[in-house]
């Protein structure tokens, strides 16, 4: 199935980018508080209290410090629950759309024609839309304010 991203999260967490939760260690929580999670050779991380996360088994679960680093290991943000997302994301000179790196056609994308971005918003200025299939947030749209109805004038 998805091969390549458990052989990078496997090598994550041999280099000790992923981290596992041990007895007695304060949990590692994301921006708002709550847990990050994943399993050992998942692709995705979730919200602690989503029930796929629940269903996790104690000795394969991972928590992660963030997005981040959740993301370097090679998951993705479970679709579910919605966990807060990397915002890093990637696309071909070549093409109209941006992709986070753990999408399977960021990986088809030739090393000499990709772009890395720091945001939505920066691929969007470029002329870029969101991958349909990894699905990377939009960029965050600014409050246009109110349009004056041509009827009032």
Known sequence: MKS????LAAAAFAVGIGTLALAGEEP????????LVGSKDGAKYH????????????DNKVTYK??????????APCGTCTPPVETK?????????????????AAKIKSG????YKSP??????????CGICK??????????????????
């Open 4 to 7: 390549w991203l458990r052989i």
């Open 66 to 75: 963030g997005a981040q680093e959740a993301f370097e290991a090679g998951c």
């Open 121 to 130: 918003e920066d691929a969007a200025k470029d002329g870029k839309s969101p």
């Open 89 to 105: 994301v990637v696309a071909s000179k070549e093409s109209d759309k941006y992709h986070f790196l753990t999408c399977k056609a």
């Open 47 to 58: 919200l602690a209290s989503c029930t796929a996360a629940k269903n996790i088994k104690a």
């Open 113 to 116: 024609n990709q772009v890395e």
């Open 136 to 153: 990377p947030p939009e960029p965050a749209k600014k409050d246009e304010g109110k349009k004056e109805d041509p009827s009032k004038k």
């Open 28 to 35: 590692k929580k994301d921006g708002k508080g709550e847990e």
